[in-house]
């Protein structure tokens, strides 16, 4: 056995055993220095109550706050017979007043958590015609996020771009 053989033979099992402790990440966000963290969607609708055009987040400290932003827009945050889903903060991912139907995002269920800042990413989607229906509509999903305290949110497309960003957790008045 040369020499370089038997080095091999010490150093791949050394690094291989180094990256066992190590929890695999996302490719995505392999080279982005983001550590990977997961978030649920809880609630979606497609008549959210907003006027503004474009998409926003809402971020909730907790469930009081949402409850409380429900009642005032009278939506039905209808869930399962277990309740409120998941405990901790939430945010609502507003896509704004749209002039038809069919516009919707789909949050990513793996998420991305950065000094501070949750990233998440989801598709959107639009009507291929946007004339054949017109049915305005405010859709949105409501998420679930993990119990970490973030200082902002980010929502990216598929595309990679910025569609909205929120500045930290603040109760709703």
């Given at each position: 056995m040369n020499?370089?053989?038997?080095w091999m033979g010490v150093i791949v099992p050394v690094m291989l055993t180094a990256c066992?402790?190590?929890?695999?990440q996302r490719i995505d966000t392999f080279f982005s220095g983001e550590d990977p963290v997961s978030v649920r969607e809880v609630w979606r609708h497609t008549q959210c109550g907003t006027d503004a055009t474009e998409t926003k987040l809402t971020l909730f400290a907790d469930r009081d706050d949402l409850l409380r932003w429900a009642a005032e827009r009278r939506l039905p945050l209808v869930w399962s017979a277990g309740g409120l889903p998941g405990g901790g903060a939430y945010v609502l991912v507003?896509?704004?007043?749209?002039?038809?139907?069919?516009h919707?995002?789909?949050?990513?269920?793996?998420a991305g958590q950065?000094?501070?800042?949750?990233?998440l990413r989801g598709p959107f989607f639009?009507?291929?015609?946007?004339?054949a229906v017109a049915q305005p509509e405010s859709?949105?999903?409501?998420?679930?996020?993990p119990p970490d305290r973030f200082d902002a949110v980010r929502l990216y497309d598929q595309n990679g771009e910025l569609r909205a960003t929120a500045l930290q957790i603040t109760p709703v008045p």
């Open positions: 020499k370089l053989g038997m066992a402790g190590r929890p695999l507003d896509l704004g007043q749209r002039p038809a139907a069919g919707a995002v789909a949050i990513s269920a793996a950065r000094a501070g800042t949750l990233m639009a009507p291929s015609d946007p004339d859709p949105c999903v409501l998420v679930n996020l």
